[in-house]
């Protein structure tokens, strides 16, 4: 058998977004109902069809699902973080198994939480945001690499195909003269963020002729790491996990963020004896509700922390905490022309938490442009715009983050017409 040697990373930046990429792939999850899944196949005539159904309780998974929840922006890793997915795959009434997403615009999308192939190279390349597939070549510090030979590859080098698909190269395998005779490709796609190795004929005809082509991130030796307990990888120290509470559970799971006005929380107890719930408001309020048959639902309008835990007969649960955000976002009108300037206000009770960055989509949301604000806008709470050239109804967002991930305002819609 050829001794093969494998491609070690050329800095600290590269090895840490290699750890990036492994935290998506390796993250280990059981459900304990069945979990909305979409299968993808594809047919002779190059289109494809999407498949809806479930992961089968019980059934280890690894790797984060795939899931276009672009409609309500709860991607793991940016907006949620693995503690929270893993906390909310405990409940069997959390989000994650009650709100399928199959039937909202757009395809391919059908947990409630998940990833897609953009969301997990731009996580791993430690982005300010995901970056969708048909920016990426366009991306300032983004350059083309020559596949002409296979030998010009380089770990953490992306591969895309702006029309269709993103990821990114974590291993590469050298005979004794320094040729390439195996890649490793990892990827988020249906189901699950995979790691998949191919041979140097096997990566040319998969990836070099369907349309794909290499890039080069400048800014791979900047990338930084931090580790995380519920995504352990191989290289970190030994963390220890915080226990997943298993008397009481938000339908969000623990430490994810609800928005005020339309994201109301429902707590659930999973374990018998208790007999309240007890609230702690952020400004120190305490609150108490009787437990019930059911899932406690309130609409809290207070922004900040929240805390509750359950009570019984001389006893206390752990407890559970979450956030209620409170930020808006309002255009200066509701109809533009083609290409009119769109003043875009936006306000975030939570003043700590730094608004950054708008998403502009389509009406089946499907991004259309996004960017990150400047000081400027940020410190005047205002930006400007040009609007979309073709009619029709589009939508926007703003996002902001604190320590549970990003969070973003309610949708702001509006419409493009030709003067009548």
């Not at 752990?318 to 083609?338: F, G, R, S």
Request: contains cysteine; negative net charge.
């Amino acid at each position: 058998m050829k001794t093969l040697y494998h491609d070690k990373p050329s800095s600290v930046g590269a090895a840490n977004v290699l750890r990036r990429v492994r935290q998506m792939t390796e993250l280990k999850w059981t459900p304990v109902r069945p979990l909305p899944s979409c299968l993808s196949t594809r047919n002779l005539d190059g289109t494809r069809t999407n498949f809806y159904g479930y992961f089968p309780e019980w059934r280890p998974q690894q790797g984060v699902p795939y899931s276009s929840c672009r409609t309500v922006e709860k991607y793991v890793g940016w907006n949620v973080s693995a503690e929270t997915f893993l906390s909310a795959l405990s409940n069997p009434n959390s989000v994650v198994y009650t709100r399928e997403l199959k039937d909202q615009p757009g395809s391919k999308g059908n947990c409630f939480y998940g990833s897609v192939c953009s969301a997990q190279v731009s996580y791993a390349l430690d982005l300010p945001y995901r970056v969708v597939c048909k920016e990426w070549p366009f991306l300032p510090d983004m350059h083309p690499v020559d596949t002409d030979r296979l030998e010009n590859l380089k770990l953490c080098d992306v591969i895309v195909n702006p029309k269709a698909h993103i990821a990114m190269i974590t291993d590469i395998a050298r005979d004794e003269n320094g040729r390439v005779c195996e890649i490793e490709v990892s990827e988020e796609t249906l189901p699950l963020s995979i790691r998949t190795g191919f041979s140097a004929e096997e990566f040319r005809r998969y990836w070099l002729e369907r349309e794909y082509s290499v890039y080069r991130y400048d800014k791979v030796d900047e990338v930084g790491y931090t580790p995380d307990p519920f995504m352990p990888v191989e290289g970190d120290p030994e963390l220890p996990v915080p226990p997943i509470n298993r008397d009481l559970m938000p339908d969000y799971g623990n430490k994810a963020n609800y928005r005020i006005g339309d994201e109301p929380v429902e707590l659930s107890t999973l374990t018998e004896g208790w007999k309240e719930f007890e609230l702690t408001a952020p400004d120190g309020t305490v609150h108490r509700y009787p437990v019930g048959d059911g899932p406690l639902r309130l609409e809290p309008a207070q922004a900040g922390i929240w805390n509750a835990r359950l009570l019984g007969e001389g006893k206390e649960s752990a407890p559970v905490a979450w956030c209620m955000v409170d930020l808006k976002a309002e255009t200066d009108k509701n109809i533009y022309k083609p290409g009119e300037e769109i003043r875009l206000h936006f306000e975030n009770t939570a003043k700590e938490d730094r608004v950054f960055h708008y998403v502009l989509n389509t009406e089946s949301f499907y991004v259309l442009r996004n960017g990150d604000f400047t000081g400027r806008e940020i410190a005047d709470g205002c930006a400007s715009f040009p609007a979309p050239d073709e009619e029709g109804l589009y939508n926007l967002i703003v996002l902001a983050k604190n320590q549970y991930g990003i969070y973003t305002s309610r949708y702001v819609y509006f419409r493009v017409e030709q003067a009548g």
